[in-house]
């Protein structure tokens, strides 16, 4: 398996809203207007970092899912040199959802098992790896105090979609916005989803037939549920006891910035 799917479409509404504490370059600052998470400028833009930590594991190939406005993105790609992974392209045409933008990824995958990620999220080898290995499909569940030893605030956390397993390990489902009874019945050391998934090619078939969400869109969460329910699909939860840096906000950047100003990025 050395195929990965960053999901990079997003609007960016988070990163555009204005906050007057956030630490920002004039440069960091422009990025942040755009709503463009991808392409912040963390000394370089913050996707190559991304890049780098895939192509650390193994993944050779990665497919960016864009919008069609987001040539800022495909272009820089387009001009840079890479050795060790080899970059592609899938346009979602309306920002519908995580489940319609893995979609429109379908024709890289080609049948093969594929990593699934946000394009906002730095995610740790451990995770990265874990899915290379697994056997079937599966989910990073990632520990709430790993996830505390990065920049993610508790209060933020504490809305994170909860992992529940059964005692197998096998993912039951997904709680999105989890209520205080629900983080109560999870128990001491609840997991949550970050989303980093290993998917093989029912998913597609999931993503197509699945409505969208209360929200209006077409969600991963979703398409796992029917794939499980509908068919078949077994998906094996891995604990990751570590931390993914989170690019949603302004307030993050500084955090982001510092905790990879000493890392290597090798493409």
């Not at 489940?99 to 890289?108: G, R, W």
């Not at 993912?171 to 999870?186: H, N, T, W």
């Not at 609840?190 to 029912?202: I, L």
């Not at 570590?242 to 955090?255: E, G, H, I, T």
């Amino acid at each position: 398996m050395d195929k990965a799917v960053i999901l990079a479409r997003g609007l960016g509404t988070r990163m555009r809203k204005a906050d007057a504490t956030a630490d920002l370059t004039d440069a960091e600052k422009a990025a942040a207007d755009a709503g463009v998470k991808a392409m912040m400028p963390i000394g370089r833009p913050f996707l190559d970092y991304v890049l780098s930590g895939l192509a650390d594991v193994g993944y050779r190939r990665v497919c960016l899912v864009i919008g069609p406005e987001h040539g800022q993105v495909r272009e820089y790609y387009d001009r840079l040199g890479t050795r060790r992974v080899r970059i592609e392209f899938a346009i979602q045409p309306e920002p519908r959802g995580t489940a319609d933008a893995l979609a429109a990824a379908e024709d890289f995958a080609a049948g093969e098992p594929v990593l699934a990620i946000n394009g906002d999220g730095y995610y740790p080898p451990e995770a990265l790896g874990a899915m290379r290995d697994l056997a079937g499909s599966g989910l990073a569940a990632f520990t709430r105090a790993g996830l505390l030893r990065g920049n993610i605030p508790a209060e933020r956390l504490a809305k994170f979609a909860l992992v529940r397993t059964d005692e197998a390990g096998r993912l039951v489902g997904i709680v999105e916005k989890p209520d205080d009874e629900q983080m109560r019945s999870a128990g001491g050391s609840p997991r949550v989803s970050m989303n980093c998934w290993r998917f093989e090619a029912s998913i597609f078939e999931a993503c197509r037939r699945i409505g969208p969400s209360p929200r209006g869109e077409w969600e991963l969460p979703l398409a796992v549920q029917y794939a499980m329910e509908h068919l078949g699909v077994v998906f094996q939860a891995v604990t990751i006891d570590a931390p993914v840096l989170d690019l949603s906000s302004r307030s993050d950047v500084a955090a982001v910035r510092a905790a990879l100003a000493d890392v290597e990025v090798r493409l």
